[in-house]
């Protein structure tokens, strides 16, 4: 009988049918049922940020001149919120889960003993974070709705716009969590992504940092993910919006070839 146990735990995910990936998210899922109040957690965050300060500041801060056009504060803020939501359900689900499960629990080393690979781990669980974000992003495309902030039917595009900047930061935080050796590591990530939320042209137009700033505010992913979103729900769609995808899906595509390589040196030495 042939021994499918070794091609399939190196082989790329898709060579081998991406079904067995999606075996790992439905063992997730049934896990969550557990701690679902934790998983929409998250949510709350930039919801918040878009009350306090889209709401409550922008009455202070009145028009924003972006794009060519005068727009009130909330409507420059709110699609930068919708993207930061998407990261953060991506980055909550792919950082303390996993660390837990691959350094504590040692769920990948049951995982391992089935016929599922390093990469249907890494391909599964970034799935996983991305239906933890589209619930996020779909909650909050709500609130913008009964809140009148989105002003264009490329706004219907929204949702999976989060759904792809959801799968970039999984793949980031997959990535990280393999270089993490204990719990105070995660001060890095709080590290990195905080001044990405702060920064990435999501409560300030770019314009308006000084200029080595705004050469390097287009390096960060969360960047991209805001001026595409902002695209969207203000109908300024043009050939920027392609960068700003293919910027993204690339970012992923790295992440999710790293974290398989890194998965591969842990699990199977």
Known sequence: MTDYTI???????????????????????RAARRYWLVMVSGFFEPLFYLVGLGVGVGALVGDVAFGGQTISYELFVA??????????????????????????????????ATPLGVRDIAVGETIFALMRGTVYSIMFVAIMLALGLIESAWAILA????????????ALGLSAVTLMRSWADFAFIELLTLPMFLFSATFV????????????????????????MRSLTLGQVGWDALLNVAYLLGVMALGVWFTARRLQRKLLK
Do not use: C
């Not at 091609?7 to 990936?21: L, Q, V």
């Not at 930061?84 to 080393?109: H, P, Q, R």
């Not at 969360?222 to 001026?227: F, K, Q």
């Open 79 to 112: 699609p930068a919120l919708l993207a930061a939501s998407a990261m953060n359900g991506a980055i909550y689900e792919t950082t303390g889960n996993v660390f837990f499960k691959l350094n504590y629990a040692k769920t990948y080393d049951g995982v391992l």
């Open 159 to 170: 949702v999976p716009a989060a759904l792809m900047i959801g799968a970039t930061f999984a």
């Open 205 to 228: 137009p770019l314009s308006q940092y000084p200029e080595p700033v705004q050469w390097v505010l287009p390096l960060t992913p969360l960047y991209h993910g805001v001026d595409l």
């Open 7 to 29: 091609p399939t735990r190196i082989a790329p995910w898709f060579a081998f049918g991406a079904d067995r990936s999606f075996r790992l998210v439905y063992r997730n899922l």
